[in-house]
């Protein structure tokens, strides 16, 4: 009987903690589906990086043969 009760009261902590894992899905299935949206900003973001970088040697040259 004490078995009983133990074992009754340990499947109810169980779907409890369940329950509480359960309702963090929703808010995980939202922050997956922002991460294609985040990997193709951040391509764009090193993409103009790139840019950037490129004209920063373009305008280092043109400094260095204008000062010679």
Known sequence: MVIGIIVGLLKDQRIIEFE???AKIPKLRKKL???P????????V???NVKIEVN???LMKQII???N
């Not at 949206?37 to 764009?44: C, R, V």
Request: charged share 55%; proline share 0%; no cysteine.
């Open 20 to 22: 509480a894992e359960n």
């Open 33 to 35: 589906a922002k991460i």
């Open 37 to 44: 949206k985040l990997k193709k900003k951040l391509a764009e």
């Open 46 to 48: 090193e993409a103009r």
């Open 56 to 58: 920063n040697e373009e």
């Open 65 to 67: 043969e204008e000062n």
